[in-house]
């Protein structure tokens, strides 16, 4: 097992990373969060799996447990949910010192994350990850929010968990296309970090895509890195805004597509190929570091084409995004693997270029 600690501006926590972890989760609750309430968040598949071994530990702990589980899917994160939560909530009698533990995948952490953040302006909130995009993004970092009309987290806060468990076995059973969508973060973090976090995704992509390859030094590295960024800034003023790398098509192409054709990580790795061939060309992005990219991207099975959706509606999309500003969207780009380049300005003729390419390679 691996133990890391974020050291957020807000709150310092620990992360524990590794095989079987889940089974600590009761005692680190109760070692962080006294004796309380606590009340397990999961959804329809993660729940027959897991939510046993959540809860055993848990009650073994000492702590009072009761459970909420969700339908499963993005829709649940809506605020019709996070009131009906409330509700749950309130009727349980939870308090400022009780804990709501999130055990599911990033809909369940945001929603339950959510809805700690706000709950009587917050009580403790704990992430227990089950899919691996949780594993190396969602559950770190403090982004809690629910979907708005047409708008993903468009309403939301930033609300840091007390603890992060991260237990690998879970993978064990998460769908394979989940497991690649969360790979394209790791490699996102690969591509920004450079370095061992970059040469651990590059090996995970060398082997069949399986939950056994995914290992802890994978995970923690993935999460250590954007632990790094979001201590030095935690409510994206600046620095943090790396993390958006090949998300700012990522986002547009998930939304032409209807949020359902392609996963988040699969709208992901497009939008990592163009800020990658973007990167070549506003960022002097070494042609050989460009090729890497799209090998990394290439053998973790990702798409390498935008199929179905006209280059203008992307344009359009991608100056929707509530990242926009009024003078234009700024993209992260890279100089070199490693190097990541902040606010980058972006021709519209070039935008309009760049997703044709997607479309057309
Ligand atoms: N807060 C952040 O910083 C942040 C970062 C990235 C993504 N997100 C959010 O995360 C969400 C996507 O997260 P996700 O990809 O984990 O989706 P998800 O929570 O919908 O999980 C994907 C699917 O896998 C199932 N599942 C989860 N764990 C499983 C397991 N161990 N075995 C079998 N099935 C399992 C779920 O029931 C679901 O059907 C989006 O809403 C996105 O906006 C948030
Ligand atoms: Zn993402």
């Given at each position: 097992m691996k133990r890391l600690t974020v050291r957020a501006a807000s709150r310092s926590y620990p992360i524990m990373v590794g095989r079987g972890v889940l089974d600590e989760l009761g005692a680190a609750v109760r070692k962080l969060r006294g004796a309380g309430r606590v009340v397990v968040l999961s959804d329809a598949n993660v729940a027959p799996l897991y939510l046993g071994r959540a809860r055993a530990g848990l009650e073994q702990a000492g702590l009072d447990v009761s459970e909420v589980v969700l339908p499963a899917?993005?829709?649940?994160?809506s605020l019709a949910r996070a009131e009906e939560l409330y509700g749950v909530l309130y009727d349980r009698g939870l308090r400022r010192s009780d804990t709501l533990v999130a055990l599911g995948g990033g809909v369940i952490g945001d929603l339950g994350g959510f809805v700690a953040a706000t709950f009587q302006r917050g009580i403790g909130f704990v992430q227990a990850p089950t899919t691996l995009l949780a594993q190396v993004d969602?559950?770190?970092?403090?982004?809690v929010a629910v979907d708005f009309r047409a708008g993903k987290n468009y309403v939301g806060t930033f609300y840091q968990p007390n603890l992060v468990v991260a237990d690998l076995?879970?993978?064990?059973?998460?769908p394979e296309r989940e497991l690649r969508s969360g790979a394209a973060e790791a490699a996102k973090h690969g591509l920004l970090a450079g370095g061992p976090v970059l040469r651990r995704a590059q090996q995970l992509a060398?082997?069949?895509?399986?939950?056994?390859?995914?290992?802890q030094e994978l995970v923690a590295g993935s999460i250590r890195y954007k632990a790094g960024v979001v201590e030095r800034d935690e409510q994206e003023s600046?620095?943090?805004?790396?993390?958006?790398l090949g998300h700012t098509i990522g986002h547009a192409i998930e939304a032409a597509t209807g949020?359902?054709?392609?996963?988040h990580g699969e709208a992901v790795a497009l939008g990592l190929r163009a800020a990658l061939r973007l990167s070549r060309e506003?960022?002097?992005?070494p042609e050989s570091d460009e090729a890497a990219g799209h090998a990394l991207l290439d053998e973790l099975g990702l798409p390498s084409r935008l199929d179905g959706v006209r280059a203008e509606e992307v344009r359009a999309l991608i100056h929707r995004?509530?990242?926009?500003?009024q003078d234009g969207v700024r993209y992260v780009l890279l100089r070199r693997l490693g190097f990541p380049v902040l606010g980058v300005r972006v021709p519209p003729e070039l935008e309009l270029e760049v997703v044709e390419w997607l479309r057309t390679r």
């Open positions: 899917g993005e829709r649940e994160k969602a559950s770190v970092g403090g982004k076995a879970t993978l064990d059973t998460l060398r082997a069949p895509l399986v939950a056994g390859a995914v290992t600046g620095l943090r805004a790396v993390l958006n949020f359902r054709r392609l996963s506003l960022a002097r992005l995004d509530k990242k926009a500003r």
